[in-house]
């Protein structure tokens, strides 16, 4: 009967084993200071991401790139077009147009429904002459273009085509008239092609006007003779092509005509480098090579002006600045409002 106390004293021995003093309640807090230090990585991440928008605001300046001190608003752009604008007198304008203009825009005041856009306006550009219309968003610019070729209301002034005195009124012809009767053709901003249509078949479009669709396939085949880059995709749908491309097939789809005014609307939107130098290449040769006058509207101020032999700065729907597309390069105002610099 002795052994069975030693038994049971010999149990609670046992129990105390696992009261060893195991850090298992220190471990969390251990754990939780050395988590700590994670937040340090997530504070460099924001640092990080701050100066990367501060280098991205340093690097973008002015009126859409370049080299002014602060941001200017396209509200501010105009405000200060507006306090350096000239005095432009008809006669200047004649001037530049070598006193022999061939479009000619006398008072114009137009816009859309109701709403007046061009007051006043006054424009000369003479034949094989290239004019530049640049300025802020909302200046009117388009709305030039649109006036000409028909695409809006024209509440008074004129607009005529021709050589010396004996100018054709245009102002109220549509736009098949003006393209049919005075030569004159508008090159759309990009997407302007049939998508779904062949090269071969954009290309006869240009020519709904032509008496028969014969003729239009024949105006088409001399349009592939200049431009063998098309004439290898002509039965390729517009959708595959190159921006570069589509934009070569806008402006080959209006010579199909034969115009002999060209209104260009935004040539370099939208297209690489590469093919914006392309696309002002064939200008020049229109202009140049063809005998085309053109008038254009560009973003690209500087490119634009570039290219151009005068250049017109449209603010609030009137005429702030005109000369040499040269010497509008080399104000400091149009630089710093427009150039990036």
């Not at 340090?40 to 990367?52: F, L, T, W």
């Amino acid at each position: 009967m002795a052994r069975t106390p030693r038994k049971t004293a010999a149990k609670p021995a046992a129990a105390k084993k696992p009261a060893t003093k195991k850090p298992a309640a220190k471990k969390p807090a251990a754990t939780a200071k050395k988590a700590a230090p994670a937040k340090k990585p997530a504070a460099v991440a924001r640092k990080r991401v701050a100066a990367k928008k501060a280098a991205a605001a340093e690097a973008v300046r002015g009126y859409g790139a370049g080299g002014v001190d602060t941001v200017i608003s396209v509200e501010e752009v105009t405000r200060q077009a507006a306090a350096m604008a000239d005095h432009i007198t008809v006669e200047s304008l004649q001037a530049m147009a070598n006193n022999d203009p061939y479009l000619v825009i006398e008072n114009l005041k137009a816009g859309y429904g109701r709403m007046e856009i061009l007051h006043d306006l006054n424009l000369h550009v003479a034949r094989k002459q290239s004019l530049c219309l640049i300025g802020p968003n909302g200046a009117g610019k388009s709305t030039i273009l649109h006036a000409i070729f028909g695409f809006n209301d024209i509440f008074s002034g004129s607009i005529k085509v021709g050589d010396g005195p004996n100018k054709k009124d245009i102002t109220k012809l549509s736009s098949n008239q003006k393209l049919s009767q005075a030569g004159i053709a508008y090159i759309l901003q990009d997407k302007s092609v049939f998508p779904a249509m062949t090269v071969e078949e954009n290309l006869w479009m240009g020519g709904f006007l032509m008496d028969t669709p014969n003729k239009a396939k024949e105006a088409a085949e001399r349009v592939f003779e200049k431009y063998p880059r098309l004439a290898a995709r002509r039965k390729h749908q517009a959708k595959v092509l190159s921006g570069g491309e589509r934009r070569l097939l806008e402006i080959s789809r209006a010579l199909v005509m034969d115009p002999e005014v060209l209104l260009v609307d935004e040539p370099s939107i939208g297209l690489e480098p590469r093919f914006i130098d392309m696309v002002f290449e064939i200008l020049h040769d229109l202009q140049h090579g063809e005998g085309k006058t053109i008038i254009m509207v560009e973003q690209n101020a500087k490119k634009g002006l570039e290219f151009a032999d005068i250049g017109y700065v449209l603010v609030s729907g009137e005429l702030a600045k005109a000369g040499p597309g040269d010497d509008l390069l080399k104000d400091p105002d149009v630089g710093r409002l427009f150039l990036g610099g």
